[in-house]
């Protein structure tokens, strides 16, 4: 890039945005020997509060139109700000996608040389946002040109005075690739704390209205809120129209137990110059004043500008409810403050010329030093609409006049302000001409043409059922395909499965895995074993970019089905997205999932994805698949009614439990519909699909018929059905095969250390997790 970019950010204090709390988890079943007592550092002595501490404070409040909150600030310049060894952290982010207005040039320097002020200790980071220009097709979806832009735009704030010193420009693109292990988990941990009904309440950002919202625009302020932690922000420096995302921000601190908030600056919005514009827009030309404007732009834009001398006292309602909970967010004002006038000419005045200190205002032959009497004048008719948008224009003139020069005389500038004109004149084609995907195939991660299992989500308890639902799916595919099992590991974190304990998650997997090999040998040595996690850091960008495509192609409540509410977590909507993706990036024959509610949304979804955005890429078959049923009771009404003799478990001890649940099994004589110690007992012995060449052989006293074999479930039904099996002697030879099954497992588990450590790791997760459900 042509511009210079600095890394080196100061006062990244990485102690207080460290992994939250839910992130990292202790082993409970290794002793913790007990720390030795450490002499205590003397603490620092408290800063004094000085004059020019206060200075700075009054300075930086100035930029904003509502502080969250003053203490919290003054508490960060006493700790990090001007004399400090640390230094605090403004940011902003910007799309590199065209034109700048005023308010994001002009505006946007001044506030940044204020907050940046020399020796205040303060560094503005700027999240130049190409990687969401390119997921936008912006400019082509062309990367290069879109970094151009940005490049362009950097060289407007030089023009307009933006002090550069203590300003680092950080690029999506290459911060999100580089450090996507970083990012992309932050991300899924702030999703995994938000409910849909929060999130929807940011939609503002994008100007939307809750009821049309797509998928992917509940992803945005997910990433937006997750940039404020990845850029170490100790001051969120944005828009009243950010303000939600922001205040998002401060409630994950509260749930991920991060000691100091970032404080919310949140600047003014200027309002578009046409009536009823409550900001100004980039799609509309004479909405504002833009940077690249000409001195003729300026005064015919002004000139026509609305410019009410009345105050409207009926829109007083409308524009002081920014905070109610119960308005939809893309219906709410951009403005913190009742303002009845709404008067753009006197907004830019006022927020604009009127900004820097000492400045002043000339409107016919009179010069005024501050901004109210502007107003009162104008309202009183002492200065004329003509006098004051003729004064405007002059001022307008004098502070865009160095950035024309700039544009004019610097060959840097000059070469990239013709690039981007041309861009603009282009005809670009934003038809997606490459579908951005995961290509593990290509990458060496996946066979190609294979047939995949999508393996459980993790719980705390790893049961039967489960592994016998995953063997079922694998072998749901009679063909010569390679087989996959993909563990969906990140889909785990954001959908709060196992409360996101990133150990126990491993270790479900661990467990599952040996399980399945202990259940079925055969089948797992030609099975390739996938994690999610391994498969997106491969090639992250084009996966996320994948992501949210899906997420764009998609409805919010189609992506929700019949089922969820927006009082569920926002995680799920996500974890359904990126299945979508992952199968994308899979490039399969065939897919299996376990026959769920969810898992026909999922269906859904992947098929008609396919069938609307992916032609010409064959589409895999997608089935739904169920193993024999392994439960032992009659189902629940609701799952708090369960008990652990309900089914099985892949940790059950042998001797306790093969024996105990077994005794416990409903068993009604006569019932072959629902029959556990029969649906059990053939399942593991004539093999998941009933075609494998076991025999059942029943202990009976020659009294009561004498032993008996069976070599098929037909039998078995037969004689349970008619009486001549009796419910006791079938419990019996159930259990010698339950118990028989879980040694196998035990054994499994026991043969491999890092198995073993996992199964301790699952015991201690399940102590926990028991532990916090009783408080």
Known sequence: MSEPKTDDTKGQDTGETAAPASS????????????????????EPEREWTPE?????????????????EPELKSLLLAKGRGSSLGFNLYDGFEPSGRMHIAQGVFKAMNVNKCT??????????????????????IGGNLEKIQVVGSYLIEVWKAAGMNLDHVVFKWASEEITHHANTYWPLMLDVARRFNITRIKKCCQIMGRMEGSLTSAQ???????????????????????????????????????RIKRKPVILSHHMLYGLRAGQEKMSKSDPDSAVFMEDSAEDVERKIMNAYCPNKEELTVAATTADADRDDADAGKQSMHLKVDTLKNPCLDYIQNIIFSPPGSTFTAGDKT????????????AGIITEDELKRGLIAELNRLLEPVRTHFATDENAKGLFDKVKQYKKESLDTTEKTIRKLDLVSLGKAPAASHVAFAPLPSANPTLQEAVDVIAQLRSDDSIA????????????????CDADLKAISAYYTVLIASLTALDPDLMESVTVLYQSDAILADPSNYWISVINVGRHFMLNEVMGPDMKDSDGVGIVIGRLMMVADVMGLSPASVALVDSVDSLVEKQLITKFYENRLQGIPAPSVSLVLGPVMRLQPERESDAFKTENDEYFLLDDPKVHGKSKMKKAFCEPGNVGFCPPIAVACALTFGFNGSGDGEITVKRSEDNGGDVTYKNRADIESDFANGDLHPGDLKAASTLIMVSTLDKLSSGIKSDGDVTKASKALKAYQKKAAKKTKK
């Not at 005024?368 to 309202?379: I, K, P």
């Not at 390679?482 to 499965?497: C, E, G, H, I, Q």
């Open 24 to 43: 990292a988890s202790n082993d409970e079943t290794a002793p913790q020997p007990k720390a030795k007592k450490q002499p205590q550092k003397p603490k």
């Open 482 to 497: 390679p087989k996959v099992l993909f563990l969906s590991d990140w889909t785990a974190r954001v959908t709060n499965s």
């Open 218 to 256: 509940v992803l945005y302020p997910l990433m937006q809120c997750t940039d404020v932690f990845f850029l170490k922000a100790d001051i969120c420096q944005l828009g009243v129209d950010q303000r939600k995302v922001n205040m998002l921000a401060r409630e994950y601190c509260d749930a991920a």
């Open 53 to 69: 501490l206060q200075q700075d404070l009054d300075r930086i409040l100035s930029v904003g139109e509502e502080c969250i909150s």
């Open 117 to 138: 002020f020399p020796e205040s200790n303060g560094t503005f980071v700027f999240w130049v946002a190409d990687w969401f220009a390119l997921m936008n097709d912006k």
């Open 368 to 379: 005024y030093t501050d901004f109210e009497t502007v107003r009162e004048a104008f309202l």
